[in-house]
């Protein structure tokens, strides 16, 4: 079986719409950055996979998709960061109690 540009589009989507499915369904803060990371990764994916169609030069596509994990690493980091400062301020790790905790 030869995989295709339509394989690549269906599995980018597929990861968007879990992603997209978490941050909309998670409580918890973590759990919502963790989908968030999976929305920032379904473009690295359809990025990596049309890159070797397109006929460009061979490395571009893999060099700006390692740029964009790394990007979404260090926001990762810097969220769970912020995540475990929010938890230790309210000492609570779910998303509805951040509103309640406008003192």
């Known amino acids: 079986m030869n995989v295709g540009p339509g394989h690549y589009a269906v599995l980018s989507a597929v990861v968007f719409a879990l ?8 409580s918890n803060m973590l759990g919502v950055l963790i989908a ?3 929305l920032f990764s379904a473009p690295v994916i359809a990025l990596v996979g049309f890159s070797h169609i397109g006929g460009g030069a061979p490395p571009l596509g893999e060099a700006l998709a390692l740029f964009g994990v790394v990007a979404a690493a260090a926001q990762l980091a810097t969220a769970i960061g912020i995540t475990l400062l929010v938890w230790r301020r309210i000492g609570s790790g779910e998303v509805d109690d951040l509103m309640e905790a406008d003192e």
């Open 19 to 26: 992603g997209l499915y978490g941050v909309l369904v998670r």
């Open 36 to 38: 968030v990371f999976l």
